[in-house]
């Protein structure tokens, strides 16, 4: 069955730093993947997403890149703000799955100024 | 355009009893999809509904149940409480027509639910 693996959090960091959360995935078919932010207290947002390999999803500085080849899609940003500090869910879907969301156990980031 | 939205955001119920959460999806949006999210297993799929049929199903036991209006509103039910359903339900809706469409999933601020 799919399967999503996110690093453990939770990751902390200064304001500006370089951030890499790695996200890789077991898949029986040709998933999109997904990556979506929750704030505290609020629902989830989709942050990006690629639906077929090597496609970059980008939004709001934050990027992530499908790898067929490494079943991977870490998500990235260059210079991090306070007010990117929430937790972070790697999530795939795919025909075989109906197209249910699979999420990956979230990464949780606080960003210090 | 108004977005996703679930009532009550909080409920507080006794083990034994049963609940019922609403989601009203994004306006013309038919597709509406439920999670549960805890801190142990993270975030789990219950089921999707559509033009008022449930169109696929997670592996939830039968305690665990749904329904979708002509208008696109879903409810969903939990009966004979458990204290491990303590969690926060999350609904999303989209407007996925077919099977086969992937599109985006648009999320509610969920209901956070406390089994006592």
């Known amino acids: 069955g799919n399967s999503v693996t996110q690093m453990e959090g939770p990751v902390t960091l200064s304001e500006e730093a370089f951030l890499t959360i790695n996200c890789t995935y077991t898949?029986?078919?040709?998933?999109?993947l997904f990556w979506y932010v929750q704030y505290p207290g609020e629902g989830l947002q989709l942050l990006l997403k690629?639906?077929?390999?090597?496609d970059k999803g980008s939004n709001k500085g934050f990027e992530a890149t499908y790898r067929k080849e490494t079943t991977s899609f870490h998500l990235e940003k260059g210079s991090v703000q306070v007010s990117d500090s929430a937790v972070y869910f790697c999530?795939?879907?795919?025909?075989?799955?109906?197209?249910?969301?699979?999420f990956g156990k979230g990464t949780s980031l606080l960003v210090t100024p | 355009k108004a977005g996703v939205t679930q009532t009550p955001r909080y409920l507080i119920k006794t083990r034994g009893q049963q609940v019922t959460l609403s989601c009203s999806p994004i306006?013309?949006?038919?597709?509406v999809s439920w999670y549960q999210q805890t801190p142990g297993q993270g975030l789990q799929f219950l089921f999707e509904?559509?033009?008022?049929?449930?169109?696929n199903k997670g592996n939830f036991p039968g305690r665990f149940s749904g329904r979708q209006f002509s208008n696109s509103r879903s409810e969903m039910n939990v009966s004979t409480l458990e204290l491990g359903d303590s969690a926060l339900y999350l609904c999303?809706?989209?407007?996925?027509?077919?099977?086969?469409?992937?599109?985006?999933?648009?999320f509610g601020q969920g209901t956070r639910l406390t089994v006592v």
């Open positions: 999303a809706s989209s407007d996925r027509r077919t099977a086969t469409e992937n599109t985006e999933a648009f």
């Open positions: 690629a639906t077929k390999a090597d």
């Open positions: 306006s013309g949006h038919r597709s």
């Open positions: 999530a795939l879907s795919d025909m075989n799955s109906g197209y249910a969301l699979n």
């Open positions: 509904y559509f033009s008022e049929t449930q169109r």
């Open positions: 898949a029986t078919g040709y998933p999109s």
